[in-house]
Every structure is written in structure tokens, then in C-alpha cells.
Nanobody, 122 residues
Framework: EVQLVESGGGSVQAGGSLSLSCVVSGYIWISFCMAWFRQAPGKERERVADIDSDGRPGYSDSVKGRFTISKDNAKNTLYPKMNSLKPEDSAMYYC????????????????WGQGTQVTVSS
């Protein structure tokens, strides 16, 4: 059974930073993508950062230049780092994985963690 377990998150003031992590286990895929999505109340789920099957990161326009993402293949762990946080970054953040090659489409992610809350106060 594939499992994704997130850690980190919490509350921070605007301008601050937070680090998250996500460990994936139980998979047998040869190639896969990983990503972080977020969803705020009343808003659609948004993919904010991802790493494709070749290890290349990608970012949404809303977080580009502020968030970074890296992956430790030996530990099967994804490490997003959120800097210069804004109140509008407040949301539930979810780690997700998708078997595949190249850059996976948002709808291809069908393995999810339980989510971790990030709250940014002004």
C-alpha cells in the first residue's frame, strides 16, 4: 500500500519561512512524480510545486521565487521550503505522488497524504 506522510507546517508570521517534508513508501513504480498541492477554504486545489520523474522542479506562478522543492531519492522524501510567506499562502498543504514519466499532469496524481495546515498571519 502506497503511503505518503507529511510533516512540518504550522503557524508563522508574514515574511517568515516554513519547511515541510513528505515521505513516500510502499510503491513499486519504476518512475514517478511528486508534488505539493494546497487548498484554502472556498478555493480550488492548486499545485504549487512539483518534481518530475527526472528530478526537475516546477513551480506555480503564485509561489515562484519564494518556494523551493527538492527530493532525496535515497530517503524517498520530498522537501518543500516556503520562504517569504504571505497570508494568502494559508491553506491545507498536501503531498501527492503519481507513477509516470516526465512532468505529471495535476489530474494524474492519485496518491495523497493527509495534509498539513499552514497558517500565515499578517
Amino acid at each position: 500500500e502506497v503511503q505518503l506522510v507529511e510533516s512540518g507546517g504550522g503557524s508563522v508570521q508574514a515574511g517568515g519561512s516554513l519547511s515541510l517534508s513528505c515521505v513516500v513508501s510502499g510503491y513499486i513504480w519504476i518512475s514517478f512524480c511528486m508534488a505539493w498541492f494546497r487548498q484554502a477554504p472556498g478555493k480550488e486545489r492548486e499545485r504549487v510545486a512539483d518534481i518530475d520523474s527526472d528530478g526537475r522542479p516546477g513551480y506555480s506562478d503564485s509561489v515562484k521565487g519564494r518556494f523551493t522543492i527538492s527530493k532525496d531519492n535515497a530517503k524517498n522524501t520530498l522537501y518543500p521550503k516556503m520562504n517569504s510567506l504571505k497570508p494568502e499562502d494559508s491553506a491545507m498543504y498536501y503531498c501527492a505522488a503519481a507513477p509516470g514519466y516526465g512532468r505529471c499532469k495535476p489530474y494524474e496524481y492519485n496518491y495523497w497524504g493527509q495534509g498539513t495546515q499552514v497558517t500565515v498571519s499578517s
